[in-house]
């Protein structure tokens, strides 16, 4: 892509001027034509966009004044002037309907210079710039000279006008729109009291309240980050109450009552246009072989990550993603014994209990989040499993999304494709 934009518009051929003596008085006929080329691309867009007119005296218009809408670079007008000090202004509206600003650098006017025909130009003047989305107007006046006393022998004038306009001086082509990935990730530079890079190169929101608001589904989520390179979010408000599982037989994820209700009714329930924004990702699936005591949120990263996994649209939060919201000061803490040090400075705990995605094991069925900020596990022996717990959905976002906002709670980031 060149890194330089130039246009040339060309009011070119400004038409035949006719004198023909009507009842002792000449009738004119001007035909203006602006037309030009261009060599840009889609980016660049600085074209013709309308023509009026304004008549003075006996001016009339031959024809009505136009131009060309397919792609702006010609006009034409014709004029019929019937006596000395008749006018007519033509302004032609020059626009820049691209996103990279513009300055004229050039106007070069011709004419053949009858006396008896006057051309003039006006409101465009080198050097002005027209800058993205703006508009301008070159004003064209033709006018019949007052002083003329006789007929003249020259009936005919020309005129050409040619506008050149390049890239504003200092200007850039404008980047490629970023997809939401990219965006959370240029972020990390600039917000590092709500944002960090761990150990696994995943970008993890972090503290009490940070800036990650998003909004989805016409409700209000959180981004935890960018995990595996994918935008996870997760519903900031539960869904209500759920079982894991209503029988002894289907404790496991891939079977279990939760799993089938969120990938099943809930899922249904979210409208067509997010539900299409929803990646169908593998989810993981696996849970410490032994008590699910004294374990870090780096050390559950690496247990949920041991097993096997389960493609669907609609997950929960795992441990390790509530580990590691609370931010480098607790990554050390196991979390069943997070305090109000580390549950505290964490904005996805709640205050309820929730359940977390971690799958049946012969030891460890299932586990959540209690109220009280420590994660522990449920076994399906003693029927945990059948505990009413708090639902908060969790998701990945397609790639093919941008944000734009602030990611506050009164202006959160809004989905939208690119």
Known sequence: MSSKRQRSIVLGGLGAIILLMAIGYAAFSTQLQ?????????????????????????????????YDNENGLTASFSTNLTSPGDNAEYTIEVS????????????EINDSNNPAIIFETSGLSEGDNLLQGAKDELIVKVSYNENVTSQPENTTSNITVTLTYEQASGGSIPEEPKNAVEI??????????????????????????????????NELWRIIGVIDGKLKIVRNESIGNYAWSSGYDDYAWNSSDLKNYLNGEYYDSINDVYQNMISNEEYYLKSPSVAINDYTASEYYNFERGGFASEQYIGLMYPSDYGYAAGTSCLTTPLNVYNSNCK???????????????????????????????????????????????????????????????????????????
Do not use: C
């Open 96 to 107: 820049n309907l691209g996103d990279i600003d513009a300055t004229l650098t050039n106007i």
């Open 344 to 418: 505290d400075i964490d904005y996805l705990h709640k205050g309820v209990s929730q359940w977390l995605l971690l799958d049946g094991t012969s030891y460890i069925t299932a586990s959540y989040l209690k109220s009280d900020g420590m994660v522990e596990g449920v076994d399906y022996d003693d029927g945990g499993v059948f505990n009413l717990y708090a639902v908060f959905p969790a998701l990945y976002l397609k790639s093919d999304i941008t944000l734009t906002g602030e990611g506050t709670n009164s202006n959160p980031f809004v989905i939208e494709s690119i």
């Open 184 to 217: 959370i990730t240029d972020l990390v530079s600039l917000s590092p009291v709500e944002l960090y890079t761990d150990e696994h190169n995943d970008i993890r929101y972090y503290g009490a309240n940070p800036n990650n608001y998003i909004s989805f589904n």
């Open 34 to 66: 602006i037309n030009g080329t261009s060599n840009i691309t889609s980016n660049w867009n600085v074209r013709i966009t309308n023509i009026t007119s304004i008549l003075n005296g006996g001016a009339t218009n031959a024809v009505e004044p136009t």
